[in-house]
């Protein structure tokens, strides 16, 4: 997971100019971990509703071709420097499926840091095979 900050805004204003370089590390740890809390609190449940709502909202884009932004898992061919890569990424979602991946002005360190996550993935891939 990497945390867009750059792009993230509060009534408007930049989360940058509201909160401190820590305060945006201990939200991105919190956001990271929100899952596995979510599932301990549960007891025995899962963590499915999330993913299930999310799945939901996709499949209505399509079948209703509503072109509307979703983050989705996008298959990169240039997009962020990155080829040949699945990663989570914003997209338009419409009757023709993805339609559009959005590429989102990212910082330095922000796109350094997809790019990483992107070469993880792919190593991981490798593994596997």
Do not use: W
């Amino acid at each position: 997971m990497v945390p867009i900050f750059s792009q993230t805004r509060v009534s408007g204003k930049p989360i940058t100019e509201m909160l401190s370089q820590a305060q945006l590390q201990e939200l991105s740890e919190l956001t990271k971990n929100s899952g596995a809390q979510i599932v301990s609190l549960l007891g025995t449940g899962s963590a499915y509703y999330g993913p299930a709502a999310s799945i939901a909202q996709m499949v209505k884009a399509i079948l209703q071709d509503k072109k509307t932004t979703h983050c989705v898992c996008g298959y990169l061919q240039g997009e962020y420097g990155l080829r040949d890569v699945y990663i989570g990424i914003p997209c338009v979602l419409s009757a023709k499926g993805l339609e559009k991946i959005i590429e989102l002005k990212l910082s330095t360190e922000e796109l350094a840091q997809l790019q990483s996550a992107a070469e993880f993935i792919k190593t991981m891939v490798r593994k596997l095979e």
